[in-house]
């Protein structure tokens, strides 16, 4: 069972930066993508960023240039690096591990809030 742990969330304000981590433990098998999602109060659970097994990065089209994913697997961590934060980033931010199985597991979210 995959195990997932975000922190890093907090208030800052528009113009700052917050650095999001998840910690992953549970298995050592390897994973298809991990990948950070967030919600806004009443709104759809949306895709932040994403990557790979093999490194490679996709993000959203509001995050570009703004934020970046990177993982290390020799300590099972996924980071998310969020730069010039917006009050529209405020959300509850989740890491999600997509495994090679089909299977999705996410952690429990950290709240991001960003003031103007």
């Known amino acids: 069972q995959v195990q997932l742990v975000e922190s890093g969330g907090g208030l800052v304000q528009a113009g700052g930066s917050l650095r999001l981590s998840c910690a992953r433990s549970?298995?050592?098998?390897?994973?298809?993508?991990m990948r950070w999602f967030r919600q806004a109060p009443g709104k759809q659970r949306e895709l932040v960023a994403q990557?790979?097994?093999?490194?490679?990065?996709n993000y959203a089209d509001s995050v570009k240039g703004r934020f970046t994913i990177s993982k290390d697997n020799a300590k099972n961590t996924l980071t998310l690096q969020m730069n010039s934060l917006k009050p529209e980033d405020t959300a509850v931010y989740y890491c999600n591990t997509f495994t090679w199985a089909g299977v999705d597991y996410w952690g429990q979210g950290t709240q991001v809030t960003v003031s103007s």
């Open positions: 990557i790979t097994s093999v490194g490679s990065t």
């Open positions: 549970g298995s050592s098998f390897g994973f298809r993508s």
